[in-house]
């Protein structure tokens, strides 16, 4: 199986810091994903990328970039952490476009 | 301007019941509509998908149907188990892949034993 980890499960940070946030993928998938997850409001595309040093914007990609150094990594960061960022965030990942994906456990932010 | 509604946000059903959950689109270049399943403190597993070629897939006891005319799809769970109690979401990709997933706002399924 292909197997999604996300580095942390829990994080506190500070308003004003710089957050990473790590996931890595075992199968060679070439797409990689991030979303927010929020109640009520479901899951929220962030940016994801199709290819080693590439990324695209998905809906919601304000406070935040990412990086793509490797394939099987892709690393979302918070330039400058607000409260509002406090969230679910999850990592996904699928072999070609149109596959489905495979999604981390997640890693749940607060920021104080 | 969300592309994909979801309804209801919460369902309470008894065991063996049938819980229905529905969604509806606008962007009529969607072409891949998946459900995902998602328990506590996991992220989302696919549970099953289906293109706009058919109306109605069925996997085990889980079936979409799909109405394209109404730009809706929906899935039933038969014979439900207190173990399906989790939170569905739908969603929507279009362009053959080339964006990612638009994601149903969530329903809260819990089935009563």
């Known amino acids: 199986d292909v197997k999604v980890t996300q580095s942390s499960r829990y994080l506190v940070k500070r308003t004003g810091e710089k957050v990473f946030l790590e996931c890595v993928q075992d199968?060679?998938?070439?797409?990689m994903f991030w979303y927010r997850q929020d109640p009520g409001l479901g899951l929220r595309l962030i940016y994801f990328s199709y290819d080693v040093k590439m990324k695209e914007k998905g809906d919601i990609p304000e406070g935040y970039s990412v990086s793509r150094e490797k394939k099987e990594r892709f690393s979302l960061i918070l330039e400058s952490a607000s409260t509002n960022q406090t969230s679910m965030y999850l990592c996904?990942?699928?072999?070609?476009?149109?596959?489905?994906?495979?999604f981390g456990s997640g890693t749940r932010l607060t920021v104080v | 301007q969300q592309q994909v509604k979801q309804s209801p946000q919460s369902l309470i059903v008894q065991k063996g019941g049938i819980p229905i959950i529905n969604c509806a689109y606008e962007?009529?270049?969607?072409?891949?509509f998946p459900w995902y399943q998602q328990f506590p403190g996991k992220g989302p597993a696919l549970l099953i998908a289906?293109?706009?070629?058919?109306s109605e897939k069925k996997e085990g006891r889980f079936t979409i149907s799909f109405n394209k005319s109404a730009k809706q799809f929906s899935l039933h769970i038969m014979d439900s188990q207190p173990g399906d109690s989790a939170t569905y979401f739908c969603?929507?990709?279009?362009?053959?892949?080339?964006?990612?997933?638009?994601f149903g706002k969530g329903t809260h399924l819990i089935i009563q034993p």
């Open positions: 996904a990942s699928s072999l070609r476009q149109g596959d489905g994906y495979t």
């Open positions: 969603a929507a990709r279009s362009g053959g892949g080339a964006d990612g997933l638009t």
């Open positions: 962007n009529t270049a969607f072409d891949y």
């Open positions: 199968m060679d998938h070439e797409n």
């Open positions: 289906i293109r706009p070629d058919v």
